[in-house]
């Protein structure tokens, strides 16, 4: 899939759900992309805090989304298109938080604003997990598995040092001073 078609339905869903005011972020493969890794995608992966029934509602059948039926209660997946023969779609795969057995917030979870460009909408904005998450998230994949672009993810993310942090905490400075010895 070309990366600037996939921009443009990150962008088309970034838009419905800002204006729904649904926290949500972007991961996977388009997300390593979308940060600079040399990495190809089919497909968009998002989790959101809302639930199957709601993100049905809010997504099909508008702004080129049109829902695939799907038996998981925390799962929803769309083809979004903006041509009216459906061609060329993208796969969208939204991972809802809101469940019956659910255990897991999205309370704490952290997603930037990055500008992407699409071919069709232009410049725009594509909500991006933090790459902490980014990271625990491709481990714990790794780690059910065997796929070699998890890996690849996983060394892409611990080698960028310094161009974004793999910790969701503050680098915290010590004002103490070390303890004088005297010999």
């Known amino acids: 899939m070309v990366q600037e078609r996939l921009n ?3 962008i088309a869903l970034y838009r419905i759900l800002r204006q729904a005011n649904v926290k949500s972020g972007i991961f996977g493969g388009y997300a390593i992309a979308v940060l600079g890794g040399l ?12 639930s199957k029934a709601q993100i049905i509602s809010l997504l099909d059948g508008k702004d080129g989304f049109a829902a695939i039926p799907q038996s998981r209660q925390d799962y929803v997946a769309f083809l979004w298109s903006d041509k009216p023969d459906r061609s060329n779609a993208v796969l969208v795969e939204i991972f809802c938080e809101q469940f019956a057995g659910s255990q897991y917030t999205m309370r704490d979870i952290q997603a930037s604003l990055r500008t992407v460009n699409g071919q069709r909408l232009g410049t725009g ?5 933090d ?4 990271f625990k998230g491709k481990l714990r994949a790794a780690a059910t598995r ?3 672009h998890d890996s690849f993810d996983l060394r892409w993310l611990g080698d960028q040092k310094g161009s974004f942090s793999l910790s969701p905490l503050p680098k915290v400075v010590s004002l ?4 004088e010895r005297s010999f």
Request: proline share 6%; glycine share 0%.
């Open 8 to 10: 443009d339905a990150a």
């Open 125 to 129: 904005l594509a909500s991006v997990l």
């Open 176 to 179: 103490e001073l070390p303890l």
């Open 39 to 50: 990495r190809q995608s089919k497909d968009i992966d998002c989790i959101a805090s809302i």
């Open 131 to 134: 790459p902490f998450y980014l």
């Open 146 to 148: 065997a796929k070699y």
